[in-house]
């Protein structure tokens, strides 16, 4: 059964100007809800750790009941209803109280709340792992499967996909095979998490000299922990932003490179080992299961369809890309000769950015910092809002909170603007404090589902962020990124409110994993578009005073820049872990390092050999074969923004904003997602608009890369 639980993306609060007692409760509502034949409902939060866990234990309880139920009927009478639906029904209401208790895990002020809201959460998601290996409820689906039932549309791909789940779990193999399957998973699992456990466990303290620091801020030298003698600076290489800091600054090559070999060696004793015999794992699974490969196994319910997909793919964005970062290199190349007086300098893995950064600061300095005065919290919310319920026809509404976790915990009503249709619920949980989530994500609390009775149950969802908390002054002033960040993440909430999709499998934003991020990663474009941002942005102590249009082209000059170097790391990654994942021969052993790091050098720079990446590449275990999905989405993100680049209004064009509600948020996974994309494009995808995007000019026109049809992935 597919995992339901939480599907995370995010928001935040602010000041109310209207007094509780004048705000609308949500009862407000019932009536539009009734004559739309639909539900809205605040979930009832637990209160104490033993509620938390009883509820959990009693969800459960109801859902193995179910099953029980599934597997006991009569197999001559099996209809669509009585296995399929009732899977997914049993499902979503599991994860109804699943979901209380992650928000209850991320948000709750007490201790005990928040580890009751883990423990349950690890309960739920064991239970979940062994529904796909009940034997009755198997036959029950099976039997139903074997009356050939003449289903369409949502049905079918439901009943597909449901098939697809037993098969990818083993259950269509013969019992002594399934028992070999079930124990590979374990041994793979259990070699997971120690995969992680050495990632998290290397420390590598690197002490320079300050001499040999030259370049790098003083106050990153001043920051506690750094300086640890009269003249040495410990570094250590497993602290991405102390790792960052100096890669990123320091002026001599040998600290840089003795830095990168640290860095990309990290749990090289241990891990290299480890992910060899996991590749193998994979692999075996993979073939048991009939798949060519690991990629393919992973890849079968993403749009790439196939590890053959993704790979061509991202081979065709690496081809796109090469004039722009021959080009870039160059660039850094007579920076690197012009510093060293060396006419015959090369870039090498461990100067990309350092001079990414001198170019950077010297061609296009903006001081980002100073940007904030522009983004104060409250109007940067409202001014999205505004753009928002403009272009996708809905209404906002603050209501009352009746149980609340945080004092500024903030709800709000969506409904639609042209019928008055109540859409959801959402809430905002915006500033960071003790012992709180600590990034910036969407959950479902409620998803979207059409209940037995004929109505709609309506979603509930919060958003859970952390942006910087008010000032001395009372202002919480946002950067841009933190903007772009707002303007993303709300876009996950809209995903999940608009779904009409049937069933939950189907609803809101569970749609494939490579396409889920495209839509909030287009809504980005959104804060960088002068029209829009002049809507909202102003500084706070001079509301005249709009972002000056040169500093937004600096910034998008500047972000340009080094685009393609960015993207061919990016691609590096994503071609090394579906190489790692491609077809291997049973009997001979992995070497993760040789099949690796060859891509390194092929698509993006020069490396010291003794390094080795993959032991301290953490997205190999749970993204293993998807982390191409990181650019594939970028790409779509691209391709669908085209829409509103070419619409009367741009990015307040209301006609494409209710184009992308209906084709795209409403459906969900309900119908093919390349379909949802093209009906909304109106043409074939392409990655074309991406490369333009990222300052990719006029490719040949015989070698354009395009993303292949549906079917050959
Ligand atoms: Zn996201």
Redesign the pocket.
Known sequence: MKQQLLAA?FLFTFASTVPAEDLKTVDAFRDAATKAKSLLTLPNWEQTPEEVDASMKKAIATANAALDQIGLQDLSKVNFKSTIVALDDLGYQASLTANNATIIKETNTNPAMRKAGEDAVKIFQDWAVGVDYREDVYKAVKAFEKTRPKLSGEDAKLLKETLLDYKRAGLDLPPEKRGEVEQLRKDLSKLGTTFDSNIVETQAPVVFTKAELEGVPESFLATPGIKTGDDAYTVKANVTWQNVTVMENAKSEATRRRLYVVRDSLAKEKNVDVLNQMLALRNKIALRLGYKSWADYQTEIKMAKAGAGAEKYINDLVAGTQPKFTAEVEEMRKAKAAETGDPNAKIAIWDFRYFNNQVKKQKYAVDTEALRVYFPFQKTLEGMFAIYQSIFGMKFEKIAVPQKWVDDLQLYAVTDSGTGEPLGLFYLDMFPREGKFNHFAQFEIIGGKLLDDGKYQRPTVALICNFPPPNAEGQSLLTHGDVETLF??FG?ALHTIATRAKYSRFSGTNVPGDFV?AP?QMLQNWTWDKKVLDTFAADYRDATKKIPAETIEKMKEAKLATAATYYRRQFAMASLDLALHAAHPEDQPYDCVAISNPIWEKVFLPIAPETTFVSYFGHLNGYDAGYYGYAWADAIAADMATVFESAKDGYQDKQAGMRLRRDIYEPGDSRDITQSIEKFLGRKQSVQPFLKRIGVTTPDKKTKPTVPPPDAR
């Open positions: 993306f993303h993440e996950h991020e909030s």
